[in-house]
């Protein structure tokens, strides 16, 4: 009787091996943060800007991107230049974040608007966020301005 004993045993031991849950690393109960909310923060870093071909640089710029939900942003530009040709910090909203691998995309967004001075503007915004780095794309159409800014920057979360 005893082998009987032990084959039920061994049985019931690897059944019950079967069907339990496993344990992992996986930390699966840990929600994952939502795009908008893993990049939001403030960007410093220098911006190259240029119009018809000419190109100039303006340094130590801080960009900040504002979660407004889970997967939308607001973008604030910085403002830049000097009198008679200074640009003021540009708000851009409803910019939709994905994230993949790692890398956190702003869909390309154009938008419009009005300054507080009363000078329209039209800009279409886009960028990457990876490792806390931020790489943005601005085409800026300002006021009268006959020519786009076309601006870029690689900027480092603060």
Do not use: R, W
């Amino acid at each position: 009787m005893k082998p009987i004993k032990f084959l039920f045993a061994t049985m019931i031991a690897v059944l019950a091996l079967v069907t339990l849950p496993s344990c992992s690393d996986d930390n699966e109960d840990e929600p994952a943060v939502p795009a908008a909310k893993a990049i939001a923060g403030t960007y410093a870093g220098d911006m190259e800007c240029s119009v018809m071909g000419s190109a100039s640089t303006f340094e130590n710029l801080s960009f900040v991107l504002s979660a407004t939900d889970d997967a939308t942003v607001t973008v604030t530009l910085p403002a830049f230049g000097e009198a008679p040709m200074a640009m003021p910090s540009i708000t851009i909203t409803g910019v939709k974040v994905t994230e993949v691998n790692g890398i956190s995309t702003l869909a390309t967004t154009e938008y419009s608007g009005q300054t507080d001075s009363g000078k329209s503007y039209t800009c279409t915004v886009s960028g990457t966020v990876s490792d806390k780095t931020l790489d943005i794309k601005f085409n800026l159409q300002y006021g009268a301005m006959p020519m786009p800014m076309i601006c870029s920057s690689t900027a480092t979360k603060q």
